[in-house]
């Protein structure tokens, strides 16, 4: 049997934990990872050769790594990726994604914390190590999402911050019939998503437009109440710290007004925990922590269901997504007579009031 922890070996755990991430981080940066995945095998003297990096001190992340079980050590200088690192070969996104894109923001964090940096101003998270970091999950995220979407009938479909539009056309391409509108306040990723979509030849089915979801009802394109569908993933926590509360119903509202009959709102978020206390939860502290410096704001899954009710919306489906503790809500309009009451919060901390 072995001797239980001690305080000391606790704190040596977390230090463990920050030197395996920021060891696979710099793997997947270089493009390592990806080469180990692809050939089966890391040649570190050939890949060190290739990209100029020095062999000696790529062999000692390698041979960290194999200490701590994500490799195995071949002969001829060879790595392998153990059992473990195939199994994590999915979920390796989540290095850029929750490290990589927010690292300028930690790095400063001493500086943020007295406000001579704020985000924003001075700082801001890594677009590209986010966006790299999220396509490399999006086979996880996109498939179970799909997967409740194929439940629903519809042809157009609106997807609110659609970034790369690789959702939306994910969504349009195997309907002929369907039709895409994908919104997003960021002009680079309207050019980006342009230019996807004419890539895959969807270009007359599919059509991106700048604007702000969080002006709903005034957009053009969801004027006319018959969107049969529309889509709204990880972005309401943005809205919901930038516009409060309020911003997020009238938001809802205008959604609620642009459906057609029979039409659905399809929001995915990750719920906040109800309360703070010592906690062996994984993901959730460390996802709410980056979302809490960089100008966003979580929500219980509560909260999230009293807004959708208030601007009058009823749930009809809860759904796990492809990320942990992510859920999808299926919900459509309601008619005056159907709507129900929103429930109060499950706790009063952070409820987006404001």
């Not at 659905?264 to 709410?288: C, D, G, H, N, W």
């Amino acid at each position: 049997m072995s001797e239980p922890r001690t305080a000391q070996d606790e704190l040596f755990v977390q230090i463990r934990g920050y030197y395996v991430t920021r060891a696979l981080l710099t793997l997947w940066r270089i493009g390592a990872l990806d080469r180990a995945l692809d050939d089966g095998h890391l040649d570190v003297g050939e890949f060190a050769s290739e990209r100029g990096h020095d062999v000696e001190l790529l062999s000692a992340l390698l041979n960290y790594l194999t200490t701590r079980g994500y490799f195995v050590a071949e002969q001829g200088g060879r790595f392998g990726l153990s059992q473990r690192g195939e199994a994590s070969r999915a979920y390796f996104g989540y290095l850029p994604m929750l490290v990589g894109s927010y690292q300028p923001m930690f790095d400063g964090l001493e500086d943020v914390l007295t406000g001579a940096l704020s985000y924003g101003d001075g700082v801001v998270r890594d677009g590209r190590e986010r966006a790299l970091g999220v396509r490399a999950l999006e086979q996880n995220l996109l498939d179970s999402l799909l997967e409740v979407l194929d439940t629903l009938h519809f042809t157009k479909v609106v997807d609110l911050g659609s970034g790369s539009a690789t959702l939306l056309c994910r969504i349009c391409e195997p309907v002929a019939e369907r039709r895409g509108i994908g919104i997003d306040i960021d002009a680079t990723a309207c050019r980006e998503a342009e230019s996807y979509v004419r890539k895959l030849g969807l270009d007359d089915r599919v059509s991106i437009v700048l604007g702000d979801m969080a002006d709903a009802a005034d957009l053009p394109v969801l004027g006319a109440g018959d969107v049969d569908l529309v889509v709204a993933m990880f972005v309401m926590h943005e809205l919901l710290k930038q516009r409060g509360r309020a911003g997020v119903v009238a938001c809802l509202s205008g959604i609620a007004s642009a459906l057609s009959d029979g039409g659905r709102l399809a929001m995915v978020e990750v719920s906040k925990p109800a309360r703070y206390e010592a906690t062996e939860q994984v993901f959730i502290p460390e996802y709410e922590l980056v979302h809490d410096f960089s100008n966003q704001q979580l929500a219980s899954k509560d909260e999230w269901h009293a807004m959708v009710a208030e601007a009058g919306l009823v749930v009809e489906t809860v759904a796990p997504i492809g990320m942990c503790r992510a859920f999808c809500f299926v919900a459509s309009a309601a008619r005056m007579s159907d709507r129900e009451p929103a429930r109060e919060p499950e706790t009063s901390a952070a409820s987006g009031a404001g």
